[in-house]
Each structure stands twice: as C-alpha cells, then as structure tokens.
C-alpha cells in the first residue's frame, strides 16, 4: 500500500472511528440508562421522547403516586390525618427524589422533608392550581421544584391540599453518571485509536527505517555482505528494494574494482616475466659481441639478428599493453574505409607467408568471395586481428610441418574469415574463455608460449567494435579454427 493511501486511511481512522464509536457507547449508555430510569423511576413507555423535555420526565416519575393519592384523598379524606399512610408515601416519593407535603386551611398538617421556607410560602392555594397527574408547577427560587397539587375537602369539612414536591436537585443522578460516563469512554476510544494508529505506523514506517538505518551502517563500515527485503510494496518498500539494489551495485562494483587489481597485478607480473625473457637474450648476445664470443661474420650476423628479433618481441609486447590501455577507457583510434576483401587479405597474406616461411610453417589461403565484395574496417586494426590470430596459432604449434589455412568466404551480409592451425588445440573447458582477458589456457611460462594474455580480448574488442563476431572450436591434438565476420559495404539506393 502506498504511504500516500496510508495517510489517508489514517486521517480517516481519526475521524470516523472515534465518532463511530463514540455514537456506539453512547447509544449503549443511552439504552442502559434507559432502562435504569425506568426501573428507578417506574417510567414505562415505548416513545422516550420525553426524555428530552426535563419537565415532562419529572412529571412522569410521581405520575403513579399522585394518582393513587388523589383517589385516596377523594374516597378516603380521612387517610390524609393518618401520618403512617403518609409516612408510606412519603417514603415511595422520596426514592423518585420527592416528598409529599399536607396542607389543612392554612395550616401545615404533613412536611415529608425539612425545606426552606421560601418553597413551602410559594405553595399555590386551594383551588389555584389543576389537579392533573400531567401537569405541576415549576417554582423556582433556593430550591428548583416540580410541585403537583392535589386538592380535597376533610371529613369535617375544611379545605386540603397535598402536594408531591419533586427537588430538580436530586432528580436523575444517572445523566451526571451518564454524562461522565461518556467523556470516560470519549477518552478511552481517542487513546485506543491513537494506539492503533501509532502501532500500525510504526510497524510500517519506523521499523523498515531502523533496517535502512542499519543498512547504512554497515556500508559505511564497508559491510556489504547483507540483503535488504522489502516488506511492503509502498515508497518505503520500493526505498528499500532501490537501496537493496544500491547495496548490491557497490558489491558488484567493490568486487569489479578487486578483480580488475587482480587482473592489473596478473598484468604487470606477465608483462615483467615476458619482458624479462627477451631482455635477458638481448643482454647474453650483446655480451657474446663485446666479450669477442662471435668472432666470426657469421656469429656477429646471427647474434645481432637474434637482438633484433627480441627487440621487435618486446616492442610487440609493449604495443599489446598499450593497446590494452586503450581498450580499458575505450578510446581506441579507428579509421574506417572501404576495402576490398579480395586485394586487402591478399596483402595480409603476402605478408604473412615471408614471416610463416621463415619458421618453417605453411600458409595455405582461399578467397570463395567476389572480387568486388567491400566491407567498412579500420585496415590497421583488423589487420591486427590477423597478426594476433596467427601468432596465437604459432604459439602453440606442436607438429614437425605446422600448417595454417585462412578462408574468406561470403556469408550473406557478412564476411567471415577462418585461420585455421594444426597445433595442440584447445581443451573445451578452457574454450569458453580464451576471449578474456589474462586467460592463458597453457599454464607453463617459458619463452615458447609466453605472452600477456591479452591477445585474443584485444581481437575479441575490435571485432566487436566493426559490428562482427568472434568464436572459435577446436579439438585437442587436432588444432584450432577461430572464426569471425566483418559486414560487407552495401550501397543504398537513391529514391
């Protein structure tokens, strides 16, 4: 879930939970004090509207009361001079926070409570007031009251009045419970939702923060031995799953950077022992000339050969290393043109065969291609490839008679090229490999099959460059055929 919708769920659980729940409990409340009014105060009615006019709920609390006493003031005057009679209504009014006062004349004959005088002088006279079980008289002074009036002649005669005095004070203590009640729950719910809320963001906030926080530490202490999961699918979780892929693009790169030192120090350590071979030779035929060792023509000829040789080793070498310099910032200088495949490699070819004569190697050359196929190459570097292929044939030549064949065929779109040796091969598990760079499938170091080991990632880098494609098979014992394709210049018609 996005932390977007999240916020917003959020500030929904604020708003609407809290009332929600709110209305439950009071609702409960409402039902529970209901039915505690009811059975306090004997009010049974299936319309509570009267619950919301005070006046109206007062007057029903002593409805009962007041009509048993009203029919036993009209049949029975007499009970009203009886003070336990009244003694037993006055104590039926007092549990619905009332009392029952008598008045004979203008005397006071009953008092169920001890009063101000202000209340008892404000008493309506005989006759001045409805005797209604629903309607009383509001009286408002030291002591707020709903007083109901009864009137009734004595035996004797004289004129009485009973009254049923219901104290605003002492009615319905359960709505100041109730009341209370509420603001309690209130409180409850707001603090519950704010729990929930805090618990929710916590988990889905704070806890993947404390991950990325740890995530960092250990990168800065250069730990990046570690995963973060994503837990969620919102910004946090696409955080970490971005962090989780920073994480691993530093150990990649911290692993690159310990391979590339490794392969440097390979580099430096082939590139020293390879260096070293020629200018040792260099250093033993000098000595030969200057100590007089070759004290003849021929000797002088053959030593100052054998330093020429060498030196052009080195030089090769050197060239090698700075070559791969280039490639490692690719900043190899091409110079493309067009060539013609069949006069280009017939140059390459001529070439070759004096160097291949010379060590006793044969060079066989087929050209299946037409005369004028052209392709777009840089002749320098593609001539490059040839050079390393071949010498690379040569290396490991381990027959009497070593036997090189070079076709140039027409592939389509392309040209390919095949060098083909009869040396000792390749073992397969080797041949995935032999394009990379420092791989030396022959692990011995002699001047024989010395080199860097650069040579064929060298070919693999141009080729790629031109557009083409480099591979190769072999069987061991057998020999080696290295193949690859350069795209044939084709011209695109004006429209």
Same mark, same amino acid.
């Given at each position: ?13 604020i ?7 709110s ?5 409960s409340f ?28 007062l ?15 009209r ?41 101000g ?19 009383g ?15 009734f ?16 004070e ?23 939702t ?11 906030l ?14 800065k ?13 919102d ?24 391979a590339?030192?490794?392969e440097n ?5 082939n ?19 200057i ?8 000797k ?12 052009n080793?080195?030089?090769t070498?050197l ?18 043109a067009?060539l ?11 070439e ?8 006793? $190697? =044969? +060079? &066989? ?5 037409? !005369? /004028? ?7 320098e ?5 040839v ?12 027959k ?53 080991? $650069? =040579? +064929? &990632?060298?070919?693999k880098?141009?080729? !790629? /460059? ?24 084709q ?5």
């Amino acid at each position: 879930m996005k932390f977007r919708n999240k916020i917003i769920i959020s500030f929904c659980i604020i708003i609407f939970v809290p009332i929600l729940l709110s209305l439950i409990v009071l609702f409960s409340f409402q039902q529970i004090q209901i039915k505690a009014i009811e059975q306090t105060y004997g009010v049974e009615n299936e319309d509570y509207s009267y619950f919301s006019n005070s006046m109206q709920l007062l007057s029903r609390f002593t409805k009962e009361s007041f009509t048993e006493l009203s029919m036993t003031a009209r049949q029975h005057p007499e009970k009203m001079e009886d003070e336990a009679y009244l003694d037993d209504m006055n104590s039926i009014l007092r549990e619905k926070s009332s009392y029952l006062v008598v008045r004979k004349t203008d005397t006071l004959t009953y008092l169920g409570k001890d009063t101000g005088t202000s209340l008892l002088l404000e008493l309506p006279g005989y006759g001045e007031a409805d005797s209604n079980a629903n309607i009383g008289m509001y009286v408002d002074g030291e002591e707020q009251a709903l007083i109901k009036q009864i009137d009734f002649r004595y035996p004797d005669g004289a004129e009485g009045s009973a009254f049923i005095v219901t104290v605003l004070e002492e009615t319905v203590p359960e709505i100041k419970t109730l009341m209370a009640d509420v603001i309690i729950s209130v409180i409850m719910i707001l603090v519950l939702t704010a729990c929930m809320l805090t618990v929710w963001i916590y988990t889905s906030l704070i806890n993947p923060i404390k991950k990325l926080q740890i995530a960092a530490q250990n990168i800065k202490d250069g730990n990046l031995d570690f995963t973060i999961e994503a837990e969620s699918k919102d910004e946090i979780g696409e955080l970490c799953k971005n962090f989780e892929e920073m994480r691993q693009r530093l150990k990649d790169n911290a692993e690159e950077k310990i391979a590339s030192e490794k392969e440097n120090k390979e580099l430096i350590s082939n590139i020293a022992h390879d260096l070293k071979t020629p200018i040792t030779a260099v250093k033993g035929y000098a000595e030969g000339i200057i100590d007089g060792v070759a004290d003849t023509p021929e000797k002088r000829e053959k030593y100052i050969r054998t330093i020429y040789n060498k030196a052009n080793e080195m030089d090769t070498l050197l060239n090698e290393l700075t070559l791969y310099s280039k490639i490692d910032t690719n900043r190899i200088p091409y110079n493309f043109a067009k060539l013609n495949v069949s006069a280009y490699f017939g140059d390459c070819i001529e070439e070759l065969s004096l160097d291949l004569e010379s060590k006793n $190697i =044969g +060079l &066989s050359y087929f050209n299946y291609a037409d !005369e /004028d196929v052209q392709i777009i190459a840089d002749p320098e570097q593609l001539k490059r490839v040839v050079n390393n292929i071949v010498g690379n044939s040569v290396k490991y030549l381990d027959k009497p008679k070593g036997l090189i064949n070079i076709r140039i065929k027409d592939v389509g779109d392309f040209i390919q090229v095949e060098i083909e040796d009869n040396g000792r091969g390749i073992a397969s598990r080797d041949l995935p490999y032999i394009f990379d760079r420092f791989f030396r499938a022959d692990a011995s170091r002699n001047s024989a099959t010395g080199g860097s080991g $650069i =040579g +064929l &990632s060298i070919v693999k880098k141009i080729i !790629e /460059d031109h557009g083409g494609k480099i591979w190769a098979t072999s069987k061991e014992s057998m020999g080696t055929v290295m193949y690859f394709v350069i795209r044939k210049y084709q011209e695109v018609p004006n429209e």
